[in-house]
């Protein structure tokens, strides 16, 4: 089996394939990381923020509460677990999840692991009759890797506004792009940056921009009429129990449609209750202690973004007026999140599959039609079927345990015989 992309949700499976108890199927697992290492949101690995879920929702925990690859075995071996114990809290920082799933990458003794392997295309392969027998994929350095299986765990594509298009791609830094960025910005000057959204990741690079350039003096545009809390009630979140999966599944089209809308507070267009009050706390302590750096600009949009000389420009709409004025920068930072629909690799790789409609099985199997013999398994990208958990680590270690299930099913069925 072969896995596209080493974060959270690949890590979770290769976990419960290794403690499956089918070393064949483990000893034939490998996992296709781009990069040279593993980190969970590694653009937005900032010192102080915090996940906003809690640690038993890691890899494992929820689908084995047992099992040696927990977070809490990983502060335990690290020798951690006083001191995270002494937090008092279930939110880690975001740095530590990201360390934990690379020691659980780096403690895997059956599935491996292969680092800077980009891939490039993925193409059927196809038996004499037409049918799809697996999947070959392509690497940025020509080798190719043949899988019967394929799982594909990359995420979305990030979604940059039409309205920025005109942009040189130098001015525009999204929220994936983040410290690597930023970092290679100058400091010695007030570079003037502007944050676009009114999310987690938006208001985390504008306060980030106050320690990043000291010198800067950040204004964050959002539509609405200010930041808003996560909705966090304890009814509506269990919604991201992986039980509720069954249940959303089951829900006509039209009652899936209605449930998104509705909790789209639990997961978009909202900062955690405590970080949103840490923010407010900043932009107070600026105004009333004279030392005002930055600005918020809500009920506002961008109509229009060129560049003017040395300056990009952005026309800037109050939705309150109407009024319509120009806002001077150097750079714009978005945090506009992601592409709603399926990634270009998934698009592409169903195109060359044949495939007119991406249709996943409650276990997240694509159809392929009953004469394939390889099979192609999406994770994180199917909230329209399986609910806005979906994206989140909140499911992985159920998600894992369907995965599995069906692989190994698959493999009963095909040793039994008619």
Known sequence: MLAIGAGPANLALAVAIEESGSPALAEGTL???????????????????????????????????????????????????????????????????????????????????????????????????????????????????????????????????????????????????????????????????????????????????????????????????????????????????????????????????QILDEVHLTNYAGLAPPFLDETYSMLYQQKMLGARQSEVRSMTEVVRARVEGDEVVLDLRDRKSGKVEPLRCDVVLLGTGYEPRMPALVRDLAERAGIDDIAVSRRYRVDLGESAWGALYLQGVNEDTHGIADSLISVLAHRSADITGDLLDRRAVEVAGP
């Open 31 to 257: 996992l296709l990381e781009q990069h040279p290492d593993i980190k969970w949101q590694r653009n937005l690995l900032l010192p102080w923020a915090r996940s906003q879920v809690s640690f038993l929702k890691d890899l494992v925990t929820l689908r084995n509460p047992r099992s040696r690859f927990s977070f809490l075995s990983f502060l335990h071996e690290k020798g951690r677990l006083d001191e995270f114990v002494n937090l008092s809290t279930f939110n880690p920082y975001r740095w530590e999840l990201s360390e934990y799933m690379q020691w659980v990458a780096h403690s895997l003794e059956s599935v491996r692991v292969r680092y800077d392997a980009r891939g490039q295309r993925i193409d059927p392969w196809r038996a004499d009759d037409g049918s799809i027998r697996g999947w070959v994929v392509t690497l940025a350095n020509g080798d190719t890797v043949r899988s019967r299986d394929l799982v594909v765990g990359i995420g979305r594509d990030p979604r940059v506004p039409d309205v920025f298009g005109e942009l040189p791609a130098d001015r525009v830094i999204h929220s994936t792009q983040y410290c690597t960025r930023v970092a290679q910005l100058p400091t010695d000057r007030p570079l003037r940056a502007v944050v676009i959204g009114g999310a987690q990741s938006a208001a985390e690079m504008f306060v980030a921009l106050h320690k990043d350039l000291p010198a800067c003096e950040p204004t964050i545009v959002l539509r609405s009429v200010g930041f808003q809390n996560y909705q966090t009630s304890k009814f509506v979140n269990e919604l991201f129990f992986p039980s509720f999966v069954d249940e959303f599944y089951d829900s006509a089209p039209e009652v899936r449609r």
